[in-house]
């Protein structure tokens, strides 16, 4: 990727550590997808990660073109080198099921209550129930050791974990503060219960040193200003920021000279002309003068992309980009994606 | 395929239109729609108020709205404007107080407005954004103040929300696990499912805390006075909306999630018999006039590649290869264009370019405003606004 090139590889470092990922950003900047391109550039070279969507979208199985998963994990996408990255739709009614049984042994009182739909009804009235049961989840695998599936009571400390990263893919930023915020959601509820010790255990795992929460975002003013205020309120939280993902990253065709003439309006007409002559092409003169518009489109909004991309770096955080694909759906377009991650040093 | 235009002035225009509202998917401009709407009908003359909700922060300030406020404030305009244009944020907190204060007796209305479970409906609850913005635009509408009130419509995935979520809501309130939850123990009207209610009950209290549910019978007690004159309203306010003195623009930016909603929305508007302006494609990317629109894309990539070979002219090279994307990107943008006309034929649209950057101020709408009456694309080459 010519345009990363300038990044330096040492930037993800502080990352490398992390067990859990979260990645939020502003709604549509492409979280789902980085998401998944992360979670492969950690799975490469034969490890093996998991993908956690909570947003009950099934935006994962979207993405690579796949019909809806149950809720369970399950390998979907292979990583280069050797690896596997696996996929978990959570939601919270099935997680809930998962936690009466495990706590109450109550399966049947799960199933009545489900159909009743009082599961809906309480995530309803009370979403930070709902966010407990999600983010347990992803926090559950984060600790799960192998052979001990869903037991994280009696996990065995000298087992190896059974995934080597989670990376989560979670809600937007205008959320992410509430969501993440598990202790204080729950400070209300319930005092007791399956609820509140799991929150307790979850929370843990989100105020760890090995968890970051990257926020990804694209070179315009709203998401690069969600980002500085997302960062912010993660700080604030006292979580640990992440890196910086700009997102659908165009490849520079002009030179900062040329981008400055053709914002002036300077550029120079006649070698234009020449030029689309030489490639014999009809009608240069007139055909020049659009180009030139174009030209000067381009240029005003390269310069403000480097403004940008000038304010996000000063945010002190690592910073990673994305190549814009013409086609972005389908596990080579998250491979590629993720290529592009390792290449500017992504690693486990 | 040539779409029929959407005549923008024409709709601000007309003395019978009371009502504008900008819907559409997340992120594709309804805001921006919204606000160069009213600065337009202002300054033709028409005394325009417009409720925004979650307006970006620049934007908003260029507008004067410095917090959210309920109260429309008038935008200092140009002296000589023939209209005027005044602006508020949605706060949906306020409006819910304001609506529970007016149904309720002052006792009953105090018990409502401290339930912690209130705070969670009027701040977090998924719909009352949307509740609350048409009962913002029907107190405005009612109140005969205003020539137009063009109304934008909450941030939301689906532009359907805009219309569904106010009944999700009053469903729920009205629910019947409401009801079950909230009556005294053993009568509720579940009781014949032998579900039993006790182990119902006990769970629910175990996932929220009794304390919460103490307090969401409480809430439901007392609400439920209040809750047939909040219906009634909803329920005007939905009527309004299929008057003929309304009229929506359905927003879209030319993608394929986006142009999907929009297509939703259009056959929903069908169904329910409300008015539909036309279709507001955003965020375009049309192509210069001349020997460039007829420039295909293979072609420009293929001249470029010439070049590329011989070395010598780099400049022409580039702007070869970024003709050669923005045409391909035009034709699709086109393709999906022509595939919702197609599928709801007569359709009216006006297409608005993409600007380099944001619109965070009054010349910024203007030109949108321009844009939208326009009918036919522009690029921005004349309103780069930096
Ligand atoms: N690098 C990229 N190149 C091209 N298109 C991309 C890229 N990344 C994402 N997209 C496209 O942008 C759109 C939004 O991406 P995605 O669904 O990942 O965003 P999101 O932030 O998860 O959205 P939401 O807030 O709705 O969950 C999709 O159509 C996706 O294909
Ligand atoms: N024609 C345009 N050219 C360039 N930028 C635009 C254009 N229209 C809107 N924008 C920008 O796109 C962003 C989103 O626009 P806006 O806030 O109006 O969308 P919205 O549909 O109201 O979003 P939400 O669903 O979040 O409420 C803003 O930063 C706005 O300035
Ligand atoms: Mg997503
Ligand atoms: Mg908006």
């Not at chain 2, 004067?64 to 508020?88: I, K, Y």
């Not at chain 2, 009953?108 to 009352?128: K, M, V």
């Not at chain 2, 370019?353 to 326009?374: Q, S």
Request: glycine share 10%; proline share 6%.
């Amino acid at each position: 990727m010519s345009e990363c090139e300038h990044r330096s590889p040492s930037s993800w470092d502080p990352c490398a550590d992390a067990r859990l990922h979260i990645v939020t950003g502003k709604g549509g900047t492409g979280k789902t997808t980085a998401a998944a391109a992360l979670a492969t550039a950690l799975a490469s070279g034969g490890g093996r990660t998991l993908l956690v969507e909570v947003e009950g979208r099934q935006g994962v199985t979207a993405l690579l073109e796949r019909s809806p998963l149950p809720h369970e994990e399950r390998p979907m996408l292979s990583a280069p080198g050797g690896g596997t990255v696996s996929v978990l739709a959570a939601d919270p009614e099935s997680a809930l099921m998962e936690y009466l049984e495990l706590f109450y042994g109550m399966r049947r009182a799960g199933q009545a209550l489900t159909r009743l739909g009082a599961v809906d009804f309480a995530t309803t009235v009370a979403p930070g129930v709902r966010d407990v049961l999600l983010t347990g989840k992803a926090t559950e695998a984060v600790r799960r050791r192998e052979g001990h599936r869903g037991r994280m009571s009696s996990t065995p400390p000298g087992s190896p974990f059974a995934y080597d990263a989670v990376v989560m893919d979670a809600p937007p930023t205008g959320r992410i503060g509430r969501f993440l915020d598990v202790n204080s959601e729950v400070a209300g509820l319930a005092r007791v219960g399956p609820v509140h010790d799991h929150a307790e255990r979850a929370a843990e795992v989100i105020r760890s040193e090995r968890t970051r929460v990257h926020v990804v975002t694209l070179l315009e003013e709203m998401p690069a200003q969600e980002t500085a205020d997302g960062l912010d309120e993660i700080a604030g939280l006292g979580l640990h920021p992440g890196a910086v993902l700009i997102n659908m990253v165009r490849p520079q065709l002009l030179g900062s000279a040329d981008v400055e003439a053709a914002h002036a309006g300077t550029l120079d007409r006649a070698s234009l002309v020449a030029g689309l002559a030489a490639a014999g092409l009809p009608e240069p003169g007139d055909l020049a003068a659009g180009l030139q518009g174009e030209l000067h489109t381009h240029a005003v909004r390269t310069e403000l992309e480097e403004r940008i991309r000038g304010e996000l770096a000063s945010l002190g955080r690592p910073v990673l980009e994305l190549p814009r694909l013409a086609r972005c759906s389908g596990e080579q377009a998250v491979q590629r994606l993720a290529g592009a991650l390792t290449e500017q040093g992504v690693r486990r | 395929m040539t779409p029929e235009t959407l005549d923008v002035d024409g709709l601000l225009d007309d003395p019978a239109r009371r009502v504008v509202v900008c819907c559409g998917s997340g992120g594709v401009g309804k805001t921006t729609t919204a606000a160069a709407l009213g600065l337009r009908a202002a300054e033709r003359g028409r005394r325009t108020v417009v409720i925004t909700v979650d307006p970006a922060r620049r934007l908003a300030q260029s507008m004067g709205l410095e917090s959210l406020d309920n109260t429309p404030r008038r935008v200092p305009l140009p002296e000589g404007t023939p209209g005027e244009l005044h602006a508020m944020m949605l706060d949906m907190k306020r409006t819910f107080d304001q609506v529970v204060e007016e149904h309720a007796d002052p006792e009953r209305a105090r018990q409502i407005l401290d339930n912690s479970f209130y705070e969670t409906l009027s701040t977090s609850f998924s719909g009352t954004q949307e509740y609350m913005a048409m009962e913002r635009l029907g107190q405005l509408r009612e109140s005969d103040e205003w020539d137009l009130v063009v109304v934008d419509t909450p941030p939301s995935r689906s532009a359907l929300d805009f219309l569904d979520a106010p009944e999700r809501l009053g469903r729920f309130l009205n629910g019947r696990l409401m009801r079950f939850l909230t009556a005294p123990a053993g009568s509720g009207p579940l009781r014949l499912l032998g579900a039993g209610v006790g182990m119902v009950t006990s769970v629910i209290g175990k996932l929220v805390g009794t304390q919460f549910l103490n307090d969401l019978r409480s809430f439901t007690a007392a609400f439920e006075t209040v809750f047939g004159g909040f219906q009634e309203r909803a329920e005007r306010t939905y009527r309004l909306l299929q008057d003929p003195g309304t009229a929506f623009l359905v927003v879209a930016a030319p993608e394929p999630d986006a142009m999907r909603e929009a297509a939703f929305f259009v056959e929903r508007l069908d169904s329910d018999r409300m008015p539909l302006a036309g279709l507001v494609l955003n965020r375009t990317h049309p192509l210069p006039e001349g020997p460039a629109a007829r420039l295909g894309p293979e072609e420009a990539e293929q001249a470029a590649e010439t070049l590329s070979c011989d070395g010598g002219h780099p400049v022409a090279e580039a702007a070869l290869r970024l003709h050669a994307e923005r045409a391909r990107t035009r034709e699709r943008e086109l393709l999906l264009r022509d595939r919702l006309l197609t599928a709801h034929p007569g359709v009216r649209v006006t297409e608005v370019a993409a600007l380099a950057g944001d619109v965070h101020d009054l010349t910024g709408l203007r030109w949108v405003g321009a844009r939208l009456a326009g009918g036919g694309p522009a690029t921005e080459g004349a309103a780069d606004a930096e």
